[in-house]
């Protein structure tokens, strides 16, 4: 009996040793490994800056600039180990005294007051663990945290942390809590800055200082105490910092040239997917910061002049391209990106007369010349309807009679051009557009000699680019895309391809310019330089255009109303367009003087 007895002990005991070891070993082999840290990169922001290094905005999924622990300045540290881990640089991961400290603490308030996790422990939750409260998580992250302390020094694991911790209103990371509460880079926060955001990190959305200001306000004090205690401080500088009130607003970052930005993170979107959001992505992009804003105030204005005309709600678009390279300088997609994101950069509206250039570069291909003469006198042709007549009509019905090329397009004649327009065929001149960049649908009907198809301004403008140098620039919105630490990943060089020769540019050039010299165009000559456009208007005054150029910058305006009703009488692209034209290329000729 009593040997029975023996066996069943020794079994169950067996048994028991043998559920404990394959408790142990499931515990194990269910840690962790660190040595996934060697790989570790956080979701950082990726950030879009101008072409002369102004920051135009982030894209991100948490708003985090990962920061190398070296560059953290001392007195940041400090704060945190004061209200996080005041023996952060004595423990091996795991704070026995610290425990011991913060359960009698505990027993005394009658409640939980301080917790006992270090830094460590905290770092090790962040990356490995999930938030739940069990002693099997507690166990588990004491173990990792002292495998951690092992292989890392102890400022590698404190920028670790300060890299990964959320501080709430959307920032990760000490750099990017740092922007979000003060406005300013980490390197400048002071003392009481500092202490401010080290009390964030225990619980992010109750120490909200735009929130509960009165409660955050004391957790920060207690920091400063807790810094003057551990001699972090001196009296002096405590006395100060207590001082210092605390933020009143975040400061968010109210990205700049909004419609470029949208623009830009559409394109990068579709050709980097997820890493636009996460891999700290540095996009140069074209634009120029100061004529940028020259841009959006010239949009600002000229649209305020006409709403002193008209009723309000006239839109306008305006987009700016280096001759040289394609790089779009200045981009501005309406009155006001924060109230309609409708890119009218984009839409697709009739140009009215600011096709007409296309029907005389064509003339010039065939054997024109500007000088040659075209009947400007009314006249019919069939209509796109079988039995219906088409007759054009230039505007206030005045007719010149036998006029030379370059008066017709100088002061916009309908008849005369579309008369030129049956002579070359209408076919070759969609053919021509086409090939300038135009490709939007355009129908070849006489009435599109006119401008009654639709193109979008950014393709108009683009077009434009062949009478200004011969040839077909691509408008390019970013010179090039590196990682966080400079490599290049991708290099944007200009597309340009040759479409008319050196004689025909410069004869579409002379007409051009005698648009601006005597015809439709003749306010642009207040810029004082030598300029070249055209102007366009739909009959009904619900499109106002000039595209232009001087010998650098290649600028396309369009005003008009987003339910194409029109702006109002007489609203054409001489009076509507043209002044937010001339507005910025005289400021733009200041700037690249």
């Not at 423990?91 to 409640?111: E, Q, S």
Request: glycine share 6%; charged share 25%; aromatic share 12%.
């Amino acid at each position: 009996m009593k040997l029975k007895i023996f066996y069943i002990s020794f079994f169950v005991f067996l048994f028991f040793i043998g559920a404990f070891a394959g408790y142990v070993y499931w515990f194990f082999s269910d840690l962790p490994d660190i040595k996934s840290l060697e790989k570790y990169k956080p979701y950082e922001a990726s950030i879009v800056y101008s072409s002369d290094g102004q920051v135009l905005t982030e894209f991100f999924y948490e708003r985090r600039k990962f920061i190398p622990h070296y560059e953290i300045p001392e007195m940041v540290k400090k704060a945190f180990i004061a209200a996080e881990d005041v023996r952060f640089y004595k423990h091996p991961g795991v704070d026995i005294k610290g425990i011991l400290r913060a359960l009698y603490r505990d027993i005394k308030a009658g409640g939980i007051v301080e917790g006992g996790s270090t830094i460590t422990q905290q770092l090790a939750k962040m990356l490995f663990l999930n938030p739940e409260k069990s002693l099997t998580r507690k166990i588990k992250e004491a173990i990792l945290s002292i495998q951690i302390e092992k292989k890392y020094t102890k400022d590698e694991i404190l920028g670790l942390y300060l890299n990964q911790a959320y501080f709430g209103n959307r920032a990760y990371g000490i750099a990017a809590a740092s922007e979000a509460y003060f406005g300013k880079s980490f390197k400048e926060l002071n003392i009481a800055e500092a202490a401010l955001l080290a009390s964030l990190t225990k619980a992010p959305s109750v120490f909200n200082p735009f929130k509960r200001p009165d409660v955050v306000l004391k957790r920060r004090n207690l920091v400063l105490q807790k810094m003057l205690e551990e001699k972090f401080i001196t009296h002096e500088d405590y006395t100060e910092a207590l001082k210092e009130p605390l933020p009143e607003h975040p400061h968010w970052r109210r990205f700049e040239a909004p419609y470029f930005v949208e623009t830009l993170r559409i394109e990068l979107e579709s050709r980097y997917g997820e890493r636009l959001y996460r891999d700290g992505l540095r996009i140069y992009s074209t634009i120029d910061y100061n004529l940028q804003k020259k841009a959006e105030e010239a949009v600002q204005k000229g649209l305020a002049e006409i709403h002193k005309r008209v009723k309000p709600q006239v839109q306008a678009s305006l987009i700016a391209m280096d001759l040289k390279t394609g790089y779009v300088r200045a981009f501005v997609g309406g009155n006001d990106f924060w109230e309609t994101q409708y890119n009218r950069v984009f839409a697709l509206r009739q140009p009215g007369s600011a096709f007409k250039p296309f029907v005389y570069a064509v003339a010039l291909i065939k054997g024109y010349t500007p000088d040659d003469t075209i009947l400007d006198a009314p006249v019919s042709f069939p209509g796109v309807t079988h039995g219906k007549i088409w007759s054009p009509k230039n505007y206030n019905n005045e007719y010149y009679g036998e006029v030379s090329l370059r008066t017709a397009l100088a002061l916009s004649l309908n008849s005369a051009t579309v008369r030129l327009a049956s002579n070359i065929g209408i076919k070759d001149i969609v053919e021509f557009a086409q090939k300038c960049g135009l490709n939007s649908k355009i129908y070849p009907y006489l009435s599109t000699a006119l401008g009654g198809s639709d193109v979008k301004p950014i393709e108009l403008t683009q077009a434009y680019s062949v009478f200004a140098t011969g040839k077909k620039i691509k408008p390019i919105f970013y010179e090039k895309i590196t990682d966080n630490n400079g490599v290049i990943i991708e290099e944007n060089r200009p597309d340009i391809e040759t479409i008319l020769p050196e004689e025909i540019v410069k004869s579409m050039r002379e007409m051009l310019r005698e648009v601006v010299l005597s015809g439709t165009a003749r306010r642009a000559n207040e810029i004082g330089r030598e300029v070249y456009g055209k102007t366009g208007t739909t009959n009904d005054f619900s499109d106002a255009w000039f595209v232009g150029f001087d010998d650098r910058l290649l600028v396309g305006v369009w005003v008009g109303r987003d339910n194409h009703k029109p702006i109002g009488p007489k609203e054409a692209g001489a009076r509507a367009a043209l002044p937010i034209w001339v507005h910025f290329m005289k400021e733009a000729g200041q700037m690249l003087k």
